[in-house]
Structures are given as C-alpha cells and as structure tokens.
T-cell receptor, first 115, second 115 residues
Framework: GAVVSQHPSRVICKSGTSVKIECRSL??????MFWYRQFPKKSLMLMAT?????????EQGVEKDKFLINHASLTLSTLTVTSAHPEDSSFYIC???????????FGPGTRLTVL | DQQVKQNSPSLSVQEGRISILNCDYT??????FLWYKKYPAEGPTFLIS?????DKNEDGRFTVFLNKSAKHLSLHIVPSQPGDSAVYFC??????????????FGQGTILTVHP
C-alpha cells in the first residue's frame, strides 16, 4: 500500500520559534497533499490543500502567513508553523492522494508542543 | 457547523459480536463516504468507502451501509476482534463520487472490543 511519512514525529519548541514539518509519499507520487490538525478528542480539521508546484489553498480561518505550506515536489510537502505559540500545540497530520485515486493516505502525524 | 457527526463518542463490544458505528451528515452534496481507523499518535488508516450510487459495500469483516434519504451511514464489523479497538472516523467528500475533494471528518467514535 501507499506509505506516507512525517518528520519529526514529535517536537517541543519555545514560544516564538518556527517549526517545519515534512510530509513525504514514499512509494508514489502525490499530486495533492492535505494538512490536518487534530485537537484532543476532536475531529481532524483540514487546514489546507497543497498541489505540487502551486500555492496552497487554505481553509477559512487558517492563517496562511502563520502556517506556510510548500509543495516543492510530487513526494514532499512541508508545513512551517511560524512564530509558534502555545495555542499552536496540536497533532498535525498530512495526507497524500495519488493521481486518479479515490483514497487519501495519511502520515503518522506530528505532535507539536509549544512551551 | 458540524456537517459530519458521530454522535456516539464511544462503543464497547464483546469479542465475536457485531460492532455498529454510526455517522450522520447534513450536506446533501456529499457523494462519497469513507471510514478510517486511527490509533493514538498515529495517522488514520483507510478502511472502506462507499459512493452515493450504492447503499452497501462489503470488504471482509467490514460492511458500510448508506441511507441517503436519512443522510446516515453505518459501519458494521463482524465478528469484532480486540485488535479492532481504535478510534473510527467517518468522512465525506463532494467531488463527483470520488474523494478528489477535501474530506470532512466526524468527531470519531472510540471502539473497545473486550476479549
């Protein structure tokens, strides 16, 4: 099956620093990648949709300058949380979709804790 | 506005019995539905999906039923096994019978299968 990896799996940082999270499709080319955020005991909330070579499309209420997304290749998308604050602490999950394929394949997630 | 709802936060079932997980949606434009299984600190894993042109899809122990008039779908697991214990999310999409579009997730239901 399709494998999606995320790095790092867990990160703790000080308030005001920026954190980069990588999402890679390991055995397929993903034309589209999605970034989700999950709060404890809550649903996965879509933050943005990222297509290779173009700007990401952000969901309403998500600050594009706060959450920078770069989809530089068909196997890599990055999410940078800029000037992180404690309220940004969350579980961030990416997913990737193969071209002409129905399902999204999810990465294992990244636990971000901002002190 | 929660367009996809899983009203049961948890479900406890005896091993060997049937597990029935329910999901309701409000957006009549949704035409493709998926179920994901998620363990703590991991990304969701795709289980089974159904297009709105069908009312049932079966894959091994997993069967998804769709009642469009009631805007309701359910996932049946039979027989239930302790390894099925996880959080189950239903998700919906409105991209021409595919999940090409973004997925809207329910809040999840914690399934516990007792030996």
């Amino acid at each position: 099956g399709a494998v999606v990896s995320q790095h790092p799996s867990r990160v703790i940082c000080k308030s005001g620093t920026s954190v980069k999270i990588e999402c890679r499709s390991l055995d397929f080319q993903a034309t589209t990648m999605f970034w989700y955020r999950q709060f404890p005991k809550k649903s996965l909330m879509l933050m943005a949709t990222s297509n290779e070579g173009s700007k990401a499309t952000y969901e309403q209420g998500v600050e594009k300058d706060k959450f920078l997304i770069n989809h530089a290749s068909l196997t890599l998308s990055t999410l940078t949380v800029t000037s992180a604050h404690p309220e940004d602490s969350s579980f961030y999950i990416c997913s990737a979709r193969l071209a002409l394929h129905n399902e999204q394949f999810f990465g294992p997630g990244t636990r971000l804790t901002v002190l | 506005d929660q367009q996809v709802k899983q009203n049961s936060p948890s479900l406890s079932v005896q091993e060997g019995r049937i597990s029935i997980l329910n999901c309701d949606y409000t957006n009549s434009m949704f035409d493709y539905f998926l179920w994901y299984k998620k363990y703590p600190a991991e990304g969701p894993t795709f289980l089974i999906s159904i297009s709105s042109i069908k009312d049932k899809n079966e894959d091994g122990r997993f069967t998804v039923f769709l009642n469009k008039s009631a805007k309701h779908l359910s996932l049946h697991i039979v027989p239930s096994q302790p390894g099925d214990s996880a959080v189950y999310f239903c998700a919906a999409s409105n991209a021409g019978g595919t999940s090409y579009g973004k997925l809207t997730f329910g809040q999840g239901t914690i399934l516990t299968v007792h030996p």
